[in-house]
């Protein structure tokens, strides 16, 4: 990929310099496919574990996982009925540092950290290696489906009221916060937005102001982006990491569009010299 390789959808290119106050508290990366077997056996992931440490990612304790399915029986007279269908069985591989995981299920591997600096040294490394290891020890046939989600929250001790964030937050995202009548009132708000980015790829924008007791009651704000691309293809590493760098690319222009020029700048480094491949979306 080169540098002049932009979001999807032509999106204006997120200006990338590094966020000193980065708000994110969860990124999470999946990429869905077909393959052979019902469940992961214990020694594929032994063998996924070691083989990822030798990349020189360590995620030594080993977690069962489950995928379930829920089926909703409706009949008319009759009370709905609802009921949890195991699906398939894998692991969970924890991050040594305590930051995240990597999920290994026979239709899916997903990368989730709580710790994120920059594309190409958080989530860029530990993907190439998952996709590598992915493609020697769970041999998929089709990639259905790749996604890419953070979740930014926005705080302030100092915010009493979600027209704290009228400054900060685009003024169109704002929505009923601005109402003459009852904006004065609003207390929490939540939205979803959904755009299309492609033939095959959109993305799920939610977001919005919410009472936040972890902040001793302030307004926080929640912007939580899921860019997708579910095009189908067939598994190869260096073309799903680079997809995945396009979606990447993509959450941080969608990032960028959430907020004022000004709070954006109130956010990064002052050093002209401190510049990296990717914002934090």
Known sequence: MSEETGPLAGLPPADRTLLVRPPLELAILEVRFRAEGADVAPEVALQARDRLAGLGHSYARMEE?????????MQPGVAPMSQVQQVARGWQLHATDGTGHITLLPGSVALQTTRYERWSRTLKPVLEA????????LAPALVERIGLRYVDRFTDPEARTPASWRER???????????????QHVR??????ELNLGPAQGALLRHGPFLDLAVSGAISYLVDIDVYDAEASGFRSADLVTRAEVLNRTAASLFQATVTPDYLRTLQRAQDDDRIEETTP
């Open 65 to 73: 996982a489950q995928e379930g399915r829920i089926e909703i029986q």
């Open 188 to 193: 929490g708000a939540q939205q979803q937005l």
């Open 169 to 183: 937050i685009h003024p169109d995202l704002l929505g009923a916060v601005l109402h003459p009548v009852f904006g």
């Open 130 to 137: 998952l996709m590598t290891v992915t493609e020697e020890l």
